[in-house]
């Protein structure tokens, strides 16, 4: 488990559990005592996004940022993936669906 950034203005949290397997804490309006969502980002060149549940736009950003980031390589977004409906954990999927 490697914490690849911080908590910093513009920057988000993510740890890879392995090669190819990135974990993305992001905020969410889930239920306490939790305040966030993990969102999980597989693959190398070909990527599929797990739960993308944040529908703020600050967090949204953040999303953003991690994603052209793993993109930057010659990757693609090949899939949003849900593991069941809850907005903390599909807020974001529309929107990442049509930006990629």
């Given at each position: 488990l490697r914490n690849l950034g911080g908590r910093e203005p513009g920057a988000a949290l993510r740890f890879e559990l392995r090669c190819g397997v990135t974990l993305l804490p992001l905020r969410t309006a889930t239920l306490p005592?939790?305040?966030e969502t993990n969102a999980v980002l597989i693959g190398d060149k070909e990527l599929a996004l797990i739960d993308p549940g944040p529908a703020d736009d600050e967090e949204r950003?953040?999303?953003v940022r991690q994603l052209d980031?793993?993109?930057?390589?010659?990757?693609?977004?090949?899939?949003?993936?849900?593991?069941?409906?809850?907005r903390d954990h599909s807020g974001a999927?529309?929107?990442?669906a049509r930006r990629y």
């Open positions: 005592p939790a305040s950003a953040l999303l980031h793993a993109l930057a390589g010659g990757g693609t977004l090949t899939a949003v993936l849900l593991t069941h409906s809850h999927a529309e929107f990442v």
